[in-house]
């Protein structure tokens, strides 16, 4: 579609497009915030004809099909007992291919084991298409039944024309039944009516990930050794070609999408540590031009445009998100521009669209907005409202997200983000710091969060911090928080705390900290550090012991995650046992209150144990709260919903908040 002028697209204001009942009256603050999105992964068919949805329904995910003209419903996709829908796309006009996954009762998060099952729309022609329990078993390497395959797999490319087959990444399990990245992954041609497969490619390294180009031919492969060093690989008449041969110059280097032809490419890259920019590379003579860089953040999200598969639009996070557009005069470049224009204060993106862009889904969010799904008519430029995340939340009662920028004590820009409670002044709040997981390689990003803004409800502000060692503003400033998580990561965090209080935000004598994961580690390990600071410590899901972490866990069970380890925290024990919580209690006088989940592989149980170990012998005063069939982080509604309760009343006790 090409446009001679700017036009402007008309909202359409009806009624959405589902309309389920909800009563928000009856429920707690801490239901209200805790309950997930209502609808999610909304999608649209390649003609137009259908839109689909993942919708919960007595506590399992289904998939709802609807007439795009009528807005009624089409077909329910759902499994019996305790099997849900998973992740899901359309292969073709009328065909679905989707994940089945598991409840299983010890625990609450969903467990996917490679399946891939396939319907058509309207319910029909139902097949098992991959997995470890599909057809009969067979010898030899032709298939011509659906034979069972111990590997998990994953949709590589739909193959958007052709109506008969589709691309499979298959990751192979190991002895014990386990997925084993480390190991060479192989990509199948999968027949989407009858599962038949045929082998296209291995991959010669492992934690692969793999790029087709405009005719769906794999030929990239990026992956790491064990090692953890980045290697890039190009197919060439059916061989794996080092990328090292095209003397790029380039680290980090990241294929992303093909340029005009087979022969170029669309990548990521950087030079000497600093922010990732985006090159268009000659894979025939390796010239290569920078397109687009920002020296201050990498980008935080790549869009393809699905009709040509070639990357239109770049986003970035500096502060408030934005864009930068690859190509300008692209349909996709031109249309999500309009879009912006037409939903003001809002982050667009489009998530799915028929095969030639008549129509597209598209999802428009804030601070204070989790998520607003619309259908765009691209001939017509009309926009449609079809559904609400979560429309029991109010944005125009929901709170700011400012982004703050200091100097920390050594010179370094630290950035960050200060959420600022709905109808109160801005001064003397009561602030809770919310320091993010990680830490490496992980952010926060401006937007809705669901947690803070429940906090924010209750009159507290709450402080996000992007410390030295978090992913997104280049290389250098990742690595400088490796073997200084117990030190100048906290000291940023620190720094943050004191800022927010030398601009009049918060009141000095009301503060508390509250982390998951590494936050967890750094709710106790900043309490150490600065023991006055705060009131209390909340602990979820947290380390605590960081020589534990080479003993127990999932990163220490992979020679690459040990590797990591070893990069990220050294193996100095004195320096080890200096930076671990529970090797310091005895500098705490925060009150605290330790939240796990008895099924957590990457904070196991042992570690809060380590902890309290620590405090029982100090007889050290604390509350807790163990969910046994949570993981690392709550799934499950009513339990993170008995969580924000037992929260917000610890934070409301420990900063004097009247309820």
């Known amino acids: 579609m090409i446009f001679t002028k700017y036009l402007t697209i008309m909202l359409l204001v009806c009624g959405g497009l589902f309309t389920h009942a909800f009563a928000a009256e009856s429920l707690s603050t801490a239901q209200l915030f805790s309950r997930g999105a209502e609808f999610s992964n909304v999608k649209i068919s390649p003609t137009g004809e259908y839109i689909s949805a993942i919708t919960k329904h007595n506590g399992k995910d289904k998939l709802l099909i609807l007439n795009a003209k009528t807005k009624q419903i089409h077909h329910a996709i759902f499994f019996p007992s305790n099997a849900q829908v998973g992740d899901y796309a359309w292969v073709n006009n009328e065909r679905i291919v989707l994940q089945k996954e598991y409840l299983k009762g010890w625990s609450d998060v969903p467990l996917y084991y490679g399946e891939l099952m396939a319907v058509n729309a309207d319910g029909s022609r139902a097949t098992y298409l991959f997995g470890f329990n599909s057809g009969e078993q067979q010898t030899g390497s032709h298939l011509k039944k659906n034979t069972p395959i111990r590997a998990t797999a994953f949709i590589l490319d739909p193959l958007p024309d052709d109506d008969r087959y589709m691309l499979v990444n298959a990751i192979p399990w190991n002895e014990s039944n386990s997925l084993n990245y480390e190991l060479s992954q192989t990509v199948y041609r999968v027949n989407l009516y009858k599962g038949f497969r045929r082998k296209v490619t291995t991959s010669p390294i492992g934690y692969s990930r793999f790029l087709t180009d405009h005719d769906g031919e794999v030929r990239f492969v990026v992956g790491e050794d064990e090692n953890n060093i980045t290697k890039v690989f190009y197919r060439q008449d ?91 005069e692209d349909s996709h470049s031109k249309l999500l521009k309009q879009l912006l224009a037409s939903l003001p204060g809002h982050q667009v993106r489009i998530v799915s669209e028929t095969r030639h862009s008549e129509k597209l889904i598209v999802v428009a969010f804030n601070d204070r907005n989790p998520g607003d799904y619309y259908i765009f008519d691209t001939e017509a430029l009309t926009l449609q409202h079809l559904a609400s995340a979560k429309k029991w939340l ?50 926060d990003e401006w937007g809705f969060n669901t947690q803070n803004q429940m906090l924010a409800n209750q009159g507290m502000a709450v402080l996000q911090v992007n410390f030295r060692g978090s992913g997104g503003f280049g290389q250098n400033f990742e690595q400088a928080g490796f073997q200084k998580w117990g030190s100048e990561v906290q000291y940023d965090i620190l720094d943050a705390t004191h800022y927010v209080i030398e601009q009049g935000y918060v009141d000095k004598n009301r503060i508390c900290i509250s982390g998951g994961s590494f936050g967890g580690y750094s709710a106790l390990q900043s309490a150490i550090l600065e023991p006055d600071l705060f009131k209390c410590a909340i602990g979820f899901a947290g380390i605590y012991n960081l020589e534990l972490m080479f003993d127990e866990g999932d990163i220490a069970s992979s020679a690459s995650g040990t590797s990591y380890l070893k990069n990220v925290l ?35 149980i042992e570690q809060l144990e380590s902890l309290e170990k620590a405090l029982k012998a100090r007889d050290y005063p604390y509350e807790k709260l163990v969910m046994d069939d949570e993981g690392h982080g709550f799934y499950n509604d009513d339990n993170r919903a008995q969580y924000y309760e037992k929260m917000l009343l610890f934070l409301k006790k420990n900063l004097n908040i009247k309820s």
Do not use: C
Request: proline letters at 7%; a negative charge.
């Open 394 to 443: 109010d944005p125009a009662r929901m709170s700011e997200v400012k982004p703050i920028s200091f100097t920390s004590r050594d010179g370094k820009i630290i950035n960050g983000y200060l959420t600022l409670p709905y109808g109160k002044e801005a001064t003397n709040l009561p602030l809770v710091v919310n320091p993010h997981g990680g830490p490496h390689g992980i952010r």
């Open 570 to 604: 050294g193996q100095n024990s004195e320096v080890l046992r200096a930076m671990s919580p529970s090797e310091n209690v005895d500098k705490l006088k925060a009150n605290l209150l330790l939240v796990h989940g008895g099924d957590d592989e990457r904070a196991p």
């Open 238 to 328: 059916r061989e794996w070609l080092n990328t090292d041969k095209l003397k790029l110059n380039l680290d980090d280097f990241y294929p992303i999408s093909f340029a005009e032809n087979k022969n170029s490419i669309y990548a990521a890259a950087r030079v000497k540590g600093e922010t990732l920019g985006i090159y268009e590379i000659n894979l025939e003579t390796g010239e290569k031009t920078q397109i687009i860089k920002d020296d201050k953040s990498d980008p935080s999200n790549y869009w393809i445009n699905q009709t040509t598969k070639k990357l239109y639009a770049v986003e970035f996070e500096n502060g408030y998100p934005s864009y930068a557009f690859v190509n300008p």
